[in-house]
């Protein structure tokens, strides 16, 4: 594994962070082989916080008459679903900068898609987390390449050699297996939460705490309006990644991936367990880690689900629901930038 400091980023490869047990966690049940992944007494940081919110601090009065009801802001299990007006940006901030958390958020660069992280990086600067501690986890074969972008207080950035390979569905593929080995050997020990996202993107404006929870997902922004039929999901009972049609909640995109060090760290080994069960036997899922994705999350509920604000694609016009754009996919030459079609 390889280590490149940037201009004004910070290199902690093994630097030593404070930790602590599980204090206050419970015993969740999990899906049989979530069960098998979870390791007995993970090193990982604290994680219970209280909403404390700050005395005296002025914000809009809530109410339980008045607010969206264009769009669905809560799933069937009570997770709530994140939309523009269904949290208070300042309250939100309040509650959760005290708590000096640290972000880690990996991005993968590989071969000619390191040409995205500049704008990735720059935005990110601009708009995700901002005044929270975050940690830039880049990954890439190319680390010579890496931009030198300005960072702002308390933000570091890491780069960290991964082999390239011929085949884009692979690189897409083995984050799972990287992001897993990462957080088992510094990620756990660095940070409170994780969001994995892809690099060919832009932030337009605010991602915030109001992101935060256990295990968080995003929904598509392609599928948000169609029925469980149409869902990309992989429909082939050999595969581990199978979705009967009956079955699904939303479609998630593979874009995204976050909440707690710990839960995704079992996401991802679950995963990356079934995607080399899959390769045993010579299936490669339709949409790679995304369907593994999905299948997992269909049986281990998200806490929290980010609207498509937080995943859109810029070919799509925006939609009359979708009132900010925060995160998008850019538009990108497929046969220019991927190493094979
Ligand atoms: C979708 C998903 C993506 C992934 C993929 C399935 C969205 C918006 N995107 O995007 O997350 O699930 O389907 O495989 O939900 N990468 C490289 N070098 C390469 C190819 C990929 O670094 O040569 C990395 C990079 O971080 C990129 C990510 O893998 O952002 C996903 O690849 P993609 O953006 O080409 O996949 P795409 O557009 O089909």
Same mark, same amino acid.
């Given at each position: 594994m390889f280590c490149f400091s940037l201009l004004e980023s910070s290199c902690f490869l093994g630097m030593s962070t404070s930790t602590s047990s599980l204090k206050g966690s419970t015993d969740i049940p999990v899906d049989e082989d979530v069960k098998s992944s979870s390791p007995s007494k993970p090193m990982v940081r604290s994680r219970v916080w209280n909403m404390v919110s700050p005395e005296k601090l002025l914000y809009k009065q809530p109410s339980v008459l008045v607010g969206r009801t264009d769009v669905v802001t809560v799933t069937p299990w009570l997770a709530s679903i994140i939309w523009?007006?269904?949290?208070?940006p300042v309250l939100v901030d309040n509650i959760y900068k005290p708590m000096n958390l640290t972000i880690a958020t990996t991005v993968f660069a590989v071969g000619k898609y390191v040409s995205f992280l500049r704008d990735f990086l720059e935005t990110a600067e601009m708009h995700f987390m901002v005044g929270f501690n975050v940690r830039y986890y880049v990954f890439t074969d190319r680390p010579q390449d890496v931009p030198s972008v300005n960072l702002t207080q308390g933000r570091h950035l890491s780069v960290i050699q991964v082999p390239g390979s011929n085949r884009w569905q692979e690189i897409s593929a083995r984050r799972m297996e990287i992001i897993q080995t990462t957080i088992e050997s510094q990620i756990r020990r660095e940070a409170d939460y994780i969001f994995c996202l892809d690099v060919d993107s832009k932030f337009h404006a605010r991602w915030g705490?109001?992101?935060?929870? *256990?295990l968080v997902a995003v929904i598509h922004p392609g599928y948000y @309006?169609?029925?469980?039929?149409?869902?990309?999901?992989? *429909?082939?009972?050999?595969?581990?990644?199978y979705i009967p049609m @009956?079955?699904?909640?939303y479609y998630y995109g593979g874009a995204m991936i976050g909440g707690f060090v710990e839960d995704v760290y079992t996401l991802t080994t679950v995963c990356r367990n079934r995607f080399a069960v899959d390769a045993g036997n010579s299936i490669e899922a339709a949409w790679q880690e995304e369907s593994h994705l999905n299948r997992y999350l269909l049986y281990n509920k998200p806490s929290k689900v980010l609207s498509p604000e937080y995943l859109w694609q810029d070919f799509k016009a925006k939609t009359k629901e979708v009132k900010v754009i925060r995160f998008s996919g850019v538009i990108k030459n497929y046969a220019e930038v991927r190493p094979n079609v």
């Open positions: 523009e007006g269904t949290f208070d705490a109001e992101s935060l929870g *256990r @309006d169609q029925t469980r039929a149409n869902f990309p999901y992989e *429909r082939r009972p050999a595969s581990m990644a @009956d079955e699904g909640d």
